[in-house]
């Protein structure tokens, strides 16, 4: 199982980049795929995952309204578009891949099995 992450860069506040989260030696449809984030000197974050089963998608509130998790299976990519960046998305975004992802009381539960490499976002403001 690998997952390449890339579309990361520099972009000034209110600017929008997509990241792509590319699949390869498993079939994507049996997996959900999630994206994680790490700033510098904190934890490393859920931000967003889609369903492999139904295509829910579910985001951190923070990036609510903001962010857009997508999936082309035929293309064995995900994509995660970010508009309206702020400064505090700066970090290092991961994607992975889990069994499911899913909402259990006020929580979103995404534990991943897989991990690709990260990808830099820097927000300028």
């Known amino acids: 199982v690998q997952l390449q992450a890339s579309g990361g860069g520099l972009v000034q506040s209110g600017g929008s980049l997509r990241l792509s989260c590319a699949a390869s030696?498993?079939?994507?449809?049996?997996?959900?795929i999630g994206w994680l984030r790490q700033a510098p000197g904190k934890e490393r974050e859920w931000v967003s995952c889609i369903s492999n089963t139904d295509g829910v998608t579910y985001y951190e509130d923070s990036v609510k309204g903001r962010f857009t998790v997508s999936r082309n299976n035929a293309k064995s990519t995900v994509y995660l578009q970010m508009d309206n960046l702020k400064p505090e998305d700066t970090a290092v975004y991961y994607c992975a891949a889990a069994p499911s992802c899913f909402r259990h009381d006020n929580s979103v539960i995404f534990e991943p099995s897989y991990w690709g490499q990260g990808t830099q976002v820097t927000v300028s403001s």
């Open positions: 030696r498993f079939t994507l449809d049996y997996y959900t």
